[in-house]
């Protein structure tokens, strides 16, 4: 918890090296976080990423603080607060623009910081601080296969010009359609569309008029604002960051739409004003304010029944082993937690142990990480199904003390023992989920 923090072993660069090589495979949030507490914890750690340069893509991310307390023990606090919205309450409404319910936005919580902003941007600090820390990134490297050798305790990965590089641990961080998946469950387990997709889009707001429009600049006159509608199976929020400068909105729809292919293309306006024809005339402004839009399907996954393979050296984490919807606000920050516990449990297992350390890991997480989950689609059915006339706490977005106020780091050191200890004792069995 927030308040054991100070005991934690604080360790950093210079720390004695393990000897522990590991691989990550995809340069996302987990990815980097992975590779960045890797260091830390005295592993030998190289990134390879598909991609050949870094381009400025996407719109709003949320960190939030069980993500912010890892980031600030990195020295990063002032990097990400300085380009970070600040709203301080959220503003919810029914679809008609009746009030329901006002929410406050302390910070810090749990004595640690949320970071809300501009995806590419915290990307980007995240990019450069392991560069900075001579991890290895290589680019344009896009995994093509996967291998273990349990005789030589070895695993490695092939790249598309043919090249292998092996490890004693392989990290597949590579996403929502990630390759490894299949080595790692043994059969083919594609994301299936969750039923609903997002119109998102990220603007200047004077450029486009928000500030001139009365029905527009309530999101620009207070400095950062989040407002939301809810009801009728969907959910709208716009918010606006850099002292109101700045406009997103995201709205989450009901879309049966087969995915083939790109789960995200350029979107309609027309199309998104049409969902929102009969609601709170403030929600059409704004989103005709928007030059263009970007069309998102949200797909899932059912729970994997393991995120290591059979030799314990080829790992799955963040989206790759549990996609998470934006209504958990917790995709990012899971995958932090994730690389995280991983440095932690392969430090304490040792060289000697890996695979003991990556199934300690697993046990660790599988059952926080799926909480977690439910927790989004909870609270999208409830914002989903709100009603002219409702009001209410029970609309507002949960902050649990035990999703918020968790540290992964002071958690693993404090239970990896007594878990390690059982796989030692009774075996290796692949991790179930309570009351599912």
Avoid at 198 to 212: K, L, N, V
Wanted: overall charge negative; some cysteine; aromatic content about 8%.
């Amino acid at each position: 918890m927030a308040e054991h923090q100070d005991q934690v072993p604080l360790t950093d660069i210079g720390v004695r090296d393990t000897g522990i090589d590991v691989i990550v495979v995809g340069a996302g949030f987990g990815g980097i976080a992975c590779a960045i507490e890797c260091k830390r914890k005295g592993h030998r750690v190289m990134i390879l990423e598909k991609v050949h340069e870094l381009k400025r893509l996407g719109d709003t991310l949320n960190l939030g603080v069980n993500a912010g307390r890892i980031l600030a023990r990195w020295g990063l606090h002032e990097k990400f607060w300085d380009i970070s919205a600040n709203p301080r309450e959220i503003h919810i409404h029914d679809y008609l623009g009746g009030f329901i319910q006002v929410q406050k936005l302390p910070l810090p919580l749990f004595g640690a910081f949320a970071y809300n902003g501009h995806r590419a941007l915290f990307h980007e600090i995240l990019f450069e601080h392991a560069k900075s820390l001579g991890i290895e990134i290589r680019m344009g490297h896009q995994a093509v296969e996967y291998w273990e050798d349990e005789t030589n305790g070895k695993a490695g990965v092939k790249i598309q010009t043919g090249e292998t590089f092996d490890a004693d641990v392989i990290v597949a961080a590579d996403g929502v359609k990630s390759l490894a998946r299949k080595f790692v469950i043994g059969y083919h387990d594609n994301p299936k569309p969750s039923g609903y997709a997002i119109y998102r889009a990220w603007f200047d707001a004077e450029e486009h008029g928000i500030m001139s429009d009365p029905l527009t600049d309530f999101l620009t006159i207070h400095g950062d604002q989040f407002h939301t509608w809810i009801g009728k199976d969907v959910h709208f929020i716009a918010t606006s960051s850099h002292g109101g400068k700045v406009i997103c909105f995201v709205i989450t729809h009901k879309d049966d739409a087969v995915v083939d292919g790109d789960w995200s293309s350029p979107g309609k306006i027309e199309d998104v004003l049409d969902i929102v024809k009969d609601w709170d005339p403030r929600c059409a402004a704004v989103i005709s304010k928007a030059p263009s839009c970007i069309d998102w399907k949200l797909l899932v996954h059912d729970p994997l029944p393991t995120w290591i393979s059979k030799s314990g050296r080829v790992v799955l984490i963040g989206d790759a082993a549990h996609p998470f919807l934006p209504t958990s606000v917790q995709g990012a920050s899971q995958a932090i937690e994730d690389g995280t516990t991983l440095a932690v449990a392969l430090n304490l297992a040792g060289k000697n142990n890996v695979p003991l350390g990556t199934r300690t890991w697993e046990s660790i997480r599988y059952q926080r990480v799926r909480d977690a989950q439910l927790l989004g689609e909870t609270l999208r059915n409830k914002w989903h199904g709100a009603k002219p006339g409702d009001s209410g706490k029970s609309f507002e977005l949960p902050k649990p003390e035990w999703l918020l106020a968790f540290d992964a780091e002071a958690h693993a050191y404090a239970t990896y023992d007594g878990i390690a200890r059982s796989i030692v004792e009774d075996g290796y069995r692949q991790p179930s989920l309570s009351g599912e």
